[in-house]
């Protein structure tokens, strides 16, 4: 590992293995969503937009909708199709069937840097995790929408959506809700129960 450099350590150990079939059935892409635009679209030449213009309306209007969300915290979709909640959970430490587990993130570029100064670190892949005191989530919200067979569907944002999203919490500008424990939620109802 001495003779490569920090730059080349972390090139080949994150490299990925290559591609295989994705399981990922029946989902659309953007690119998906022009080719149906093409043959969709009405006749009158003020509705023809070339692939570029879509692509960057569909840009703008991504980056209105993450923009919201770091604002609020929540988003609804048009036409009651339910709508994406970010809440924040708290970091914590616990025992699973006798193993110490934890929900806190890894620091990636800490733990590289680890693992290239120590070698038997990385043997016994040892890592750092993050100081976090509470994490956040994105949550597909299917309560308000209208549709049958709402458990079948889901939304998750997209990585670069979800480090903007963190880095708003971090920063103070984003004030969100706790997920509740299932023991809070059980105190909660227990001091309705004598009504």
Request: proline share 2%; with cysteine.
């Amino acid at each position: 590992m001495s003779t490569l450099t920090f730059e080349q350590f972390r090139r080949e150990v994150t490299t990925r293995s290559p591609r295989g079939v994705t399981k990922v059935r029946n989902s659309w892409g953007v690119y998906d969503y022009y080719k149906y635009y093409r043959v969709h679209r009405p006749d009158e030449h003020k509705y023809v937009l070339d692939e570029s213009t879509f692509f960057a309306i569909i840009r703008k209007v991504n980056k209105l909708i993450v923009e919201e969300i770091c604002r609020t915290g929540f988003f609804q979709f048009p036409h009651r199709m339910g709508g994406i909640k970010i809440l924040k959970k708290p970091v914590k430490a616990y025992f699973h069937n006798g193993v110490a587990r934890s929900n806190r993130s890894v620091d990636w570029d800490k733990t590289l840097e680890f693992w290239y100064n120590n070698e038997e670190a990385y043997k016994n892949k040892d890592v750092i995790y993050r100081n976090d005191t509470e994490r956040v989530k994105a949550m597909y919200v299917r309560s308000i929408a209208i549709f049958k067979n709402k458990i079948w569907y889901n939304f998750s944002l997209c990585r670069n959506a979800m480090n903007t999203v963190r880095r708003a919490f971090n920063s103070g500008e984003l004030k969100l809700e706790a997920i509740l424990s299932n023991t809070e939620i059980k105190q909660i109802k227990g001091l309705y129960d004598e009504y």
